[in-house]
């Protein structure tokens, strides 16, 4: 039950965006609670690692390199260039240069076990990520939109390491001090990381519900093709670099899913309520591209086991 109701996490925010568009007076009161919620979100990721995650990295470097390389070369540099497409205004262009900007989701983690990839790489891949975020991000929309917006360098690097490294840290050594106690914690906190970003998302609606109507479905295409080329580069070049389909695909989706709930509250913090748009729409959309990608990748597997089985027999019987 309670992953079924995870499951349906683009139908939450879909409804209460919905009602923070038509009532937004209660969810623009809640404008200072968007980088506390970020932070929790990202102490319950940090309670789900172990420092094995980190370790993971030296089993499989040259995947994770890639990896790591493709989400903060290609995300970034893509962003950009739909938003020039688009003949996106300052704001607008910022809030999809965050979003390409910042490290890959949590979701991915989800979406790989879904879609018989490499689980152990995605979370060790969300974690480094993570990590070099807290310094590449900043460094990042300064180098892309700098010219187009003036970008507080050292202020989002302080706020990066209040919201990202303290509570990720900080999660990652009360499970390894208190790890029976966290692992009884542990099948809740999806729910609760969904709750937060499902709130997050309603408020920025409601701080854009004027402009929404005009500028939102624009976004909307230029967030889609964003989440689009991400997972497809992603396995693509994985791909021809000469890595097995699990990594592959392990890859496309750490690429194509961003930490969209990052940029709005770095948006939300030191820009126009406008530059959280292409996030917020980004934090519904790749879930659910990446839900449909994943189950696509698992009946591909099951059909191809059926058939290797299938040809096993027929072998066998001649």
């Keep these: 039950?309670?992953?079924?109701?995870?499951q349906l996490f683009p139908l939450w925010a879909i409804l209460l965006s919905a009602f923070a568009f038509y009532t937004p007076e209660p969810f623009v009161a809640l404008k200072a609670s968007i980088i506390p919620l970020l932070a929790f979100i990202m102490l319950t990721m940090g309670l789900t690692l172990t420092p094995a995650d980190f370790r993971h990295v030296l089993n499989q470097p040259k995947a994770v390199l890639i990896g790591l390389v493709l989400q903060?070369?290609?995300?970034p540099l893509v962003a950009l260039l739909?938003?020039?497409?688009f003949q996106f205004d300052a704001d607008l262009t910022l809030g999809m240069v965050l979003v390409g900007c910042v490290a890959?989701?949590?979701?991915?983690?989800?979406?790989?076990?879904?879609?018989?990839g490499d689980v152990a790489l995605s979370i060790s891949m969300t974690a480094m990520s993570t990590l070099a975020g807290v310094v590449l991000t900043p460094l990042l929309v300064e180098l892309l939109a700098g010219q187009v917006v003036d970008i507080p360098l050292a202020g989002m690097m302080l706020n990066l390491l209040k919201?990202?490294?303290f509570p990720v840290l900080t999660g990652v050594l009360l499970n390894y001090f208190f790890s029976a106690s966290i692992q009884r914690l542990v099948p809740l906190l999806p729910l609760f990381s969904v709750a937060a970003i499902v709130l997050i998302i309603a408020i920025v609606v409601a701080l854009n519900a004027a402009t929404l109507p005009t500028i939102g479905p624009i976004v909307a295409l230029a967030?889609?093709?964003h989440n689009t080329t991400g997972l497809s580069l992603g396995y693509l070049v994985a791909k021809r670099l000469g890595l097995p389909e699990t990594s592959c695909r392990t890859i496309a989706l750490e690429v194509g899913l961003q930490n969209s709930g990052?940029?709005?509250?770095?948006?939300m913090k030191f820009f126009a309520p406008a530059s959280a748009l292409a996030g917020t729409l980004f934090s519904i959309w790749h879930n659910v591209s990446g839900s449909v990608l994943a189950t696509?990748?698992?009946r591909r597997s099951r059909s191809l086991s059926s058939q290797s089985v299938e040809q096993s027999a027929e072998v066998s019987d001649a």
């Design 104 to 116: 890959g989701g949590t979701a991915s983690n989800v979406m790989c076990f879904l879609a018989k």
């Design 1 to 6: 039950m309670l992953r079924f109701i995870i």
């Design 262 to 267: 990052l940029a709005v509250a770095l948006a």
């Design 296 to 298: 696509w990748w698992r």
């Design 163 to 165: 919201i990202v490294l």
């Design 223 to 225: 967030v889609v093709l």
């Design 82 to 85: 739909i938003a020039l497409l």
């Design 72 to 75: 903060f070369s290609v995300m």
